[in-house]
């Protein structure tokens, strides 16, 4: 049992790891907080820093395993672990992009449905080119798609239209029609990486124009409502099906 | 759903969702279970088993992470054959590992059964439960086999205890291994 406490980090990268399982650190890392205070005038190079992602907590010497799934490994910058879990529910974080739903105007604030368990709130000041005579036509039950400015577990979450300099670069409301559905988080990172197979092939299918939320939703918009539906069906069905699947899939479509 | 021999219950997680006022809690979250019965409402019994698995999960799973939010876990009891505590206990486990709510350990759920000669039977059958005379049901946690929760329903001395605890706790490794495969084969297809 002791054997059991505290793998090397390194050796399990790739493989799957539970909750409760504990991870040792190389030494170096370890080192790291005693040697800035005592190291004075030692002329040597700083030690990056190693950064704790999503499913792992630092715990002592090493860092403790608390969502199930696959253990990654990013050397660049210092280093950075975290765990690649599958889950449904979506939890607000800083910086994500995520496509909210308008339920009340209250005043100056909207407050919108993110799929987490509060609602956002966003300013109608939060928009591009938005002042106090020119407000932005937003009604409730509109789709919006911003990034969060504040989301942390003590405080409600909050949401902007535009970025640091003052551009939207693509967010906003979304327009009208279009078809608005729910995937596991996981497909959505899947699909969000650089050169993503399924979008490059789906491409080639139909036009069609898509917008991707961080917490699982997903709104696709085609020239017909029959090309819409399809596109969401196999999106839908992505999760589940190997790559020769959906390549016999859309093979199926695309010559009909 | 889980199913040892032929007591199987089906678990279903929601959360961390919006708790009503007067049930959120200001620094971590409100974790509820409702246990239903195969046939009939639930009763006393019922409420007893969601009160043990409530302070056995409240135990695992990292509250401070989400705090005025309110888990839920539903039971649905589909047959059961003997040792349902366990078996509630270990479909509620794959249920918090299932929807990746933040956990400091795994928990599992072994009953022991003491027959009237002084042998011990891990997961009993309900005539054998019957027979018994006394049912030990034990929770115990992946880190150091630690005993998150004992459950005793008859007599027995504490040196019986002991023993069964040492059997129950050899019994966990089977359970954690099949945990973990099964978390190995779902991840294997992505």
Not at chain 1, 142 to 160: I, R, S, T, W
Not at chain 2, 153 to 171: D, F, H, P, W
Request: positive net charge; aromatic residues 4%; proline residues 4%.
């Amino acid at each position: 049992m002791a054997a059991e406490r505290g793998v090397a980090a390194e050796a399990l990268v790739g493989q799957v790891v539970l909750p409760g399982d504990l991870l040792l650190l190389p030494a170096h890392y370890s080192e790291d907080a005693e040697g800035e205070r005592l190291r004075l005038s030692a002329g040597a190079a700083p030690q990056a820093r190693l950064l704790c992602g999503p499913g792992l907590r630092r715990s002592g010497a090493g860092l403790l395993v608390t969502k199930c799934g696959l253990l990654r490994h990013r050397p660049a910058g210092g280093g950075a672990y975290w765990v690649d879990s599958q889950q449904k529910r979506y939890v607000p974080v800083k910086g994500d992009h995520v496509i909210g739903i308008v339920t009340i105007k209250a005043g100056d604030v909207f407050r919108l449905d993110v799929g987490g368990s509060e609602p956002a709130s966003l300013s109608y000041l939060a928009f591009e080119g938005a002042t106090k005579r020119n407000r932005p036509n937003v009604q409730v039950g509109d789709l919006v798609y911003g990034q969060f400015v504040v989301a942390n577990k003590d405080m409600e979450p909050e949401m902007v239209c535009i970025d640091s300099s003052g551009k939207s670069s693509g967010m906003g409301v979304i327009g009208q029609d279009g078809f608005l559905f729910k995937v596991s988080l996981g497909l959505i990172r899947k699909l969000l990486a650089p050169k993503c197979e399924i979008i490059q092939e789906l491409s080639q299918l139909y036009p069609f124009e898509l917008v991707l939320g961080m917490n699982g939703r997903i709104w696709v918009k085609a020239k017909t409502i029959q090309q819409t539906l399809i596109i969401v069906n196999i999106l839908e069905a992505c999760e589940y099906m190997t790559a020769e699947q959906r390549k016999q899939a859309l093979a199926k479509l695309s010559g009909n | 759903s889980v199913s040892p021999g032929d007591t199987s219950v089906l678990a279903g997680l929601y959360g961390p969702a919006e708790a009503k006022v007067s049930k959120e809690l200001p620094d971590r979250a409100a974790l509820e279970v409702l246990l239903r019965p195969k046939v009939g409402l639930p009763g006393v019994m019922e409420r007893s088993r969601e009160q043990l698995l409530r302070q056995t999960c409240e135990a695992v799973v990292l509250g401070v992470l989400h705090p005025r939010t309110a888990i839920s876990l539903v039971l649905q009891v589909l047959s059961d054959a003997g040792s349902l505590l366990s078996c509630c206990l270990n479909a509620a486990c794959m249920a918090l590992l299932d929807a990746g709510l933040p956990l400091a350990a795994l928990f599992c759920g072994v009953t022991c059964a003491l027959q009237p000669d002084g042998t011990i039977l891990l997961d009993p059958t309900a005539r054998q439960e019957q027979e018994a005379r006394a049912i030990l049901t034990f929770a115990i946690a992946s880190s150091e086999r630690k005993v998150l929760m004992a459950n005793t329903k008859g007599s027995c001395s504490v040196e019986e205890m002991q023993q069964c605890l040492a059997a129950a706790q050899r019994a966990a490794d089977t359970i954690f291994g099949f945990y973990r495969d099964s978390v190995r084969r779902r991840y294997s297809k992505s």
